[in-house]
């Protein structure tokens, strides 16, 4: 148990898709100690993903005591959140959950989010964003056509971090970046969108307050802090959405885009305050500290398939992940069996499976564990064209997340995208932007001296330059033929892809 009168420390929370992180730092960004613990993804049927709440709730006490056993002399002066951005977990005042959480990789609500074109422009221009099923709003709107007692009997219908949250300080909340997720959020106003909520006829009191992330939530319960392991009366800040915390975390260079590799791939750019909707991209409401811009936002192009598609491959060959990382630093060959890395459907994307294509009896258990990586790899090339024909042209990429580690998987993915990369100062990024969060709320509170704000990490020096891009584009070439062949043969089969 943290100490008073200890080293001053901060705690950064992630709620992540399938592990939560828990990090602990000093004010000036000296990691004390870190936690992990995995969750389970279930899928129950056909297009649907959930998680139990509860696994959440262990797997914070396991993280959360992991990383403070680390230094058990030190004081933890504030919590952060950050953690997986769509979905929806019913809950009653108390945060007790009313069924599973609905996460992001589901799909059941694609009619509904189809639905939204029905709508007139002047409700949904203000999103920002093309309707996808894994968000909010669309699943509310199943839940509403399918389960509505157990919607009625809901008093709060919450982001995954933000159910954490109302557990731990028993208020609810939500912050910016998260709400901007939702399909309910008007990004000129900075406020929920209650004319488009009350036309799709949801209870938009289920919706709780909006503050921004820095802002302090609560305080720690005294029932949750024996759960972790803490002390009670911590504050807590409100957080952001995992991908927001981690543009939070980075000194990100101008001409440079983030990618964070985790259990999917995000594809990150500042992109000024005016909202402005571009095909096959999101726009989200960026964090903005005290006495910022609090309108700022960011883009993000989004892959599902990845971290999850790279273990099923490597699950389903057999192989470890240090043989399967091996595999991506063999030269490039132009037999290598083509992948399309479709194992859940991609926002936007009428690419409806997955496959290999171009096997013969000569192709061996490696060359298809090549031809996987470079399916993944092309498939974040996909996205980056995306982002490009949305107006942002990088130059570098800085790369984060726990999928950017294997130094033959980074040159891999440098030949692809063409671009030269830098690796973020740390993997953990999600986890060390809700730290800087704690440690706003921590001065705030008085529990930090004013001034002790942690700057962003600066990238490391490293540059990954790419080293075959011809090969990388000759089968990026033949990958998007294979991808128009299945997109084409397949067009039509449903909406909200």
Known sequence: MSLSGGLPAILGIDLGTSQLK??????????????????????????????????????????????TASAPGAHVTALGLAGQMHGVVLADAEGTPLTQAILWLDR????????????????????????????????????????????AAAQWALQPKDWLRLRLTGEAATDPTDASGTLLFDLTRGAWAHDLIDALGLPGHL????????????????????HLGLEPGIPVATGAADT?????????????????????????????????????????????????????????????????????????????????????GRPWRADTPLFLPYLTRERWDATATGAWAGLTLGHDRDDLMRGG????????????????????????????????????????????????????STTWLSPAGAARLAQAAAVATGRLPRGATRERSEPESEVIEPAAPDAASAGYGRFLSLRQSQSASTAGTGPGR
Request: net charge neutral; charged share 15%.
């Open 22 to 67: 828990a990090l602990l730092a000093t004010p000036d960004g000296q990691v004390l100690g870190r936690g992990t613990a995995p969750y389970p993804v279930t899928i129950p049927g056909k297009d649907k993903a959930e998680t139990n709440p509860a696994d959440w709730w262990r797997a914070a006490a396991a993280a959360v005591r992991e990383a």
């Open 108 to 151: 059941r609500a694609a009619a509904e989010a189809a639905e939204y074109a029905a709508l007139p422009a002047k409700l949904t221009a203000k999103l920002g964003n093309q309707p996808s099923p894994g968000m909010a709003g669309p699943i509310l709107r199943w839940l509403a056509k399918h389960e509505p007692r157990t919607l």
């Open 207 to 226: 919706l709780p307050p909006i503050a921004e992330p820095h802002e302090i939530a609560g305080l720690l319960r005294p029932a949750a802090a024996a």
């Open 244 to 328: 927001a915390a981690a543009l939070f975390a980075v000194d990100l260079p101008d001409d440079a885009a983030l990618l964070t590799l985790g259990t999917g791939g995000q594809w990150l750019v500042p992109a000024g305050t005016a909202p402005h909707e571009a095909a096959h991209t999101n726009l989200f409401r960026a964090i903005g500290t005290a006495g910022a811009n609090a309108a700022a936002l960011y883009r993000l192009a989004a892959v599902q398939n990845m971290g999850e598609t790279i273990q099923w491959v490597r699950t389903v060959l057999g192989v470890s992940w240090d043989h399967a990382y091996s595999v991506a």
């Open 373 to 424: 990586l470079e399916g993944v790899a092309f498939l974040l090339r996909v996205r980056l064209a995306d982002l490009r024909a949305a107006g942002h042209d990088p130059k570098e990429v800085v790369i984060g997340g726990g999928g950017s580690r294997h130094p033959a998987w980074r040159q891999l993915l440098a030949d692809v995208l063409g671009l030269p990369l830098r690796p973020a």
